[in-house]
């Protein structure tokens, strides 16, 4: 067993892929379509077996058609799943070859992650918890196997979502988690303001973070309720969806999306130089001998920013208002202790307020 952080999850999923890439394209093709394979079936059977995130009652009917059709799929898939999983464990193999679970926590997993350490073969339980909680909130353990949700709150943990007016929503609804149980913190020490902040009259602590229950009371988080992006139209945005999108791409390191009472959004993106350079050489035709040109030169960032939109698109759940208006390229990566926690989850108000003139001049 092992205990990660999301990060650490990105970073393999990058340099595994681009490993791959650099030294054998064609092999990275087949080692992508062996994923898809696998993460196909895995799903389909999800379907057969019910366990994938419900979040109201469905018909018998619409139920029925579903199961068939992920049969049908399953039929067809069968053999080249066979092969696909045989060949994933040599990743599997990359891992020591006896990792029998690996627990992901201090931050949210990206869905395309979650699918892809699945498909290859490894048994993720994605975890959820808070300091003052001593940390555990959720989990998706060995008693959970609905994918795609953070399972059931840990042992005598109450969970409610509320609306903003504290009132209780019901399964399917987003809203604030508020949870209560014994590994929650009593109060914050000396901080009276800060507590009658954190907590409710009836004793709950108000966790900051949005989130829905499945029927079956399984948790699925949608974002931070401190971290929403309220453009100057008034649409609401929550960042992480977008910054987990964009992540997919080889040549981002990290990005956060700026955009507080701006009429649009911003990226501010920390790249991977080697990898914008090949991005370069390919999409321009021509060589780079100088990585700082890249940061002053306007077509590529247009032309970034453009492969940026294309991710952000409606069938991925994305409305037009998401769409970036500008991005800028970062020549310092965040640090441990600066722009990142201990946990390498990005400290928004400190990066925000150290790019602000950045900020201010990128985006309008």
């Not at 952080?5 to 595994?16: A, C, G, H, N, Q």
């Not at 395309?112 to 918890?129: C, H, K, Q, S």
């Not at 037009?320 to 989850?345: R, S």
């Amino acid at each position: 067993m092992v205990a990660t952080v999301p990060r650490l999850w990105e970073s393999m999923y990058t340099k595994i892929n681009n490993k791959l890439k650099k030294e054998n394209p064609k092999k990275a093709k087949i080692f992508n379509k062996l994923v898809d394979i696998s993460a196909k079936y895995n799903h389909n059977l999800r379907v057969i077996k019910d366990e994938l995130p419900v979040f109201e009652k469905r018909g018998i009917f619409s139920t029925c058609m579903a199961k068939t059709m992920a049969s049908l799929k399953l039929f067809f898939l069968y053999i080249p799943n066979l092969l696909a999983k045989k060949k994933l464990k040599a990743v599997q193999g990359k891992f020591g070859g006896r990792l029998r679970l690996a627990i992901s926590g201090g931050g949210s997993l990206p869905d395309f992650l979650d699918t892809w350490i699945d498909a290859v073969g490894i048994r993720i339980v994605n975890a959820y918890g808070m300091t003052e909680c001593a940390p555990a909130i959720a989990g998706r353990a060995l008693n959970c196997n609905t994918f795609s949700t953070l399972g059931l709150a840990t042992k005598d943990t109450e969970l409610i979502i509320v609306d903003e007016n504290g009132k209780k929503l019901e399964n399917g609804k987003v809203g604030e988690i508020l949870i209560k149980g014994e590994q929650i913190t009593p109060g914050y020490y000396d901080n009276d303001e800060e507590n009658e902040k954190s907590f409710t009259k009836d004793g709950y602590f108000k966790t900051g973070d949005l989130g829905k229950l499945t029927i079956r009371d399984e948790l699925v988080i949608t974002g931070r309720s401190k971290e929403v992006i309220v453009l100057a139209s008034g649409e609401n945005i929550d960042p992480s969806h977008i910054e987990s999108t964009i992540s997919k791409l080889p040549f981002i390191t990290d990005a956060i999306l700026v955009g507080q009472d701006k009429k649009g959004l911003g990226l501010l993106v920390v790249p991977d130089l080697e990898e914008l350079k090949e991005y370069v050489s390919k999409k321009f035709d021509k060589v780079i001998n100088n990585v700082e040109s890249i940061f002053s030169d306007k077509k590529i960032s247009n032309e970034m920013k453009k492969d940026m939109n294309k991710l952000l698109n409606y069938k991925n759940g994305f409305k037009q208002f998401e769409k970036l208006q500008n991005i800028h390229l970062l020549q310092d990566e965040f640090k441990v202790g600066e722009e990142l926690t201990n946990t390498m989850k990005k400290k928004r108000h400190v990066i925000e307020k150290k790019y602000k003139e950045i900020i201010d001049r990128f985006i309008k």
